[in-house]
C-alpha cells in the first residue's frame, strides 16, 4: 500500500516558469513534510519541509503549500532555472516514527 | 546537519560474491537507515539499524541477505550476500537524530553505485 502518491512522474518547464509537484497522503499520523531534490550520482538533498500547522511555507524560490483537510501538499519552484533539473522526491514521516514514506519521484527538466 | 560518508563510492561485482559497504557519521545520530534506489526509481527500506542489536526488516528485506551492523552511533555497514544481477542498485545510507533540533530532518549519504555482472 503505498501512502504517499506523487506525480507528475516527469515535467518540463521553460526557463522562468513555475514548476508544480503535487503529493497526496492517507496515513493522518503523518506530521513533517518534506522534499528532496536529487542530482544524478549523488544522494537525496533535504530541500525544503512543513508541519501541518501551517498551510504554506518558502524559502527563496522554494515554496511549499500544505491542505491539511485534503491531505494534500505541493512544491511549487518559482523562477525555474536549468539548475533545478534534477528528480524531486516528496515524503512523510511522523515525529513519533523513525522512518519516512516517499513518492515516487518527478525528474523536472527546465529548458534553457 | 549530519555529513555522511559511504564506501564504496561505486562496485562492479561478480555474481555469488559479497559487498560491504560502509556508512560513516560525522557526529552521533540515534537513527540509521539503509536504502535502495533502482534506476529511476523510489527509495525503498531496506531496514534501519540498531546500535547493539539486530536492524529492523522491512516487509520483502531479510538478515540472511542483508546483514546490518551498528557497532556505534556513527557508523553503520551493510552487507549485499550472494550477489544477483538483481542486486545491482544504488544503495543509501541515512540519518536521522531525534535528540537535535531539527529531530525530524532526514539526510542522506552520497550513495553506492553497485553492479552485478
Known amino acids: 500500500q503505498q501512502q504517499v502518491k506523487q506525480s507528475p512522474q516527469s515535467l518540463i518547464v521553460q526557463k522562468g516558469g513555475i514548476s508544480i509537484i503535487n503529493c497526496a497522503y492517507e496515513n493522518t499520523a503523518f506530521d513533517y513534510f518534506p522534499w528532496y531534490q536529487q542530482f544524478p550520482g549523488k544522494g537525496p538533498a533535504l530541500l525544503i519541509a512543513i508541519r501541518p500547522d501551517v498551510s504554506e511555507k518558502k524559502e527563496g524560490r522554494f515554496t511549499i503549500s500544505f491542505n491539511k483537510s485534503a491531505k494534500q501538499f505541493s512544491l511549487h519552484i518559482m523562477d525555474s532555472q536549468p539548475g533545478d533539473s534534477a528528480t524531486y522526491f516528496c515524503?512523510?514521516?511522523?515525529?513519533?516514527?523513525?522512518?519516512?514514506?516517499f513518492g515516487d519521484g518527478t525528474t523536472l527538466t527546465v529548458k534553457p | 546537519s549530519a555529513v555522511i560518508s559511504q564506501k564504496p563510492s561505486r562496485d562492479i561485482c561478480q555474481r555469488g560474491t559479497s559487498l560491504t559497504i560502509q556508512c560513516q557519521v560525522d557526529s552521533q545520530v540515534t537513527m540509521m537507515f539503509w536504502y535502495r534506489q533502482q534506476p529511476g526509481q523510489s527509495l525503498t527500506l531496506i531496514a534501519t539499524a540498531n546500535q547493539g542489536s539486530e536492524a529492523t526488516y522491512e516487509s520483502g528485506f531479510v538478515i540472511d541477505k542483508f546483514p546490518i551492523s551498528r557497532p556505534n552511533l556513527t557508523f553503520s555497514t551493510l552487507t549485499v550476500s550472494n550477489m544477483s544481477p538483481e542486486d545491482s542498485s544504488i544503495y543509501l545510507c541515512?540519518?536521522?537524530?531525534?535528540?537535535?533540533?531539527?529531530?525530524?530532518?532526514?539526510?542522506f549519504g552520497p550513495g553506492t553505485r553497485l553492479t552485478v555482472l
Open positions: 515524503a512523510a514521516s511522523s515525529s513519533w516514527a523513525g522512518k519516512s514514506t
Open positions: 541515512s540519518v536521522r537524530d531525534l535528540t537535535s533540533a531539527d529531530y525530524n530532518e532526514q539526510f
